[in-house]
């Protein structure tokens, strides 16, 4: 039985392809890594105006897969200003902007099943945190 012999080149194509955007994607994700800090509550506020109407839409539809998706979306978020596994010192002129992202999810979730692990302050600190960060946004 003779097979048909498979050129490899096509195979390959986007194997190479990859290959030839992975040091774009190196720099991009470098040059993001040193974002000027100042720019960081309007980003805040900008991701936060854009998750919390879908966090309330998820939390009226009972629809709890929807926070899987808030909390990978969080830690990119997180990953790109530098915060998520150590506080980036850059961003310490904006812990309320830093808070709200980091509490966002976890809010959410309290709201949709409210039980005793949620802490009782945390839904207004988190109100009071997107205002005062909504108002460092504002004046940049």
Known sequence: ?????TPLR???SPVLRLLAALPLVVAASM????QDPSGFPLDSVGYLNEELP????????????FFHGAMIRT???????????????????????TSAVMDYVVVGMCKLTPSDECEPGLASRFDTNVQRCREVAAKK
Request: net charge positive; proline share 9%.
């Open 1 to 5: 039985m003779h097979l048909p012999r």
């Open 10 to 12: 096509p195979s390959l």
């Open 31 to 34: 040059a993001t890594a040193q």
């Open 54 to 65: 879908r966090m309330e839409a998820a939390i009226a539809a009972k629809d709890r897969s």
């Open 75 to 97: 830690v990119q978020f997180s990953e790109r200003w530098g915060f998520k596994v150590k506080a980036n010192p850059d961003l310490a002129a904006y812990p309320m902007c």
